[in-house]
Structure formats: structure tokens, C-alpha cells
């Protein structure tokens, strides 16, 4: 897995029908059908390989390769 931005997978969760529920600091929540992901966004950063694979395999519950191809 490369790189991921918190944008690339902002921009995955809106394809996949979460919004923008509301933004603490530097962390936004995106929900969908009462399930709330969290998202770190630091600006002109990658996040790191282990939690971008948390976020995409285990909160969103689709595989990497899916992830990629929704982007």
C-alpha cells in the first residue's frame, strides 16, 4: 500500500454516502447510518501505513484494493 491522505479517504467515504458529521481539532467524524468514522487530517501529511489499513479494512470494511479502485 502507498501513501494515503486523509483527502484520499475523505474522498472515498463521501462515494460511499458518509458526511461530514463535525471536526474536533485536527480529527473529522464522518457518519453514515449511525456508524462514525474518525479521520485525522494533518495538513501536507501522509497518514501511516498501519492506520490507514485500520481505517480502510476495519472502520470502512472494504479491502485496500477496493479502496484504491474508488479513488
Do not use: C, W
Not at 23 to 51: A, D, E, F, M
Amino acid at each position: 500500500m502507498g501513501n494515503v491522505r486523509a483527502s484520499d479517504i475523505e474522498k472515498v467515504l463521501r462515494k460511499l454516502g458518509y458526511v461530514l458529521h463535525h471536526q474536533r481539532g485536527s480529527h473529522r467524524y464522518y457518519v453514515k447510518n449511525s456508524k462514525i468514522i474518525t479521520v485525522p487530517v494533518h495538513k501536507g501529511k501522509t497518514l501511516g501505513k498501519g492506520l490507514a489499513n485500520k481505517i480502510i479494512t476495519r472502520d470502512i470494511g472494504i479491502s485496500v484494493d477496493e479502496f484504491f479502485n474508488l479513488l
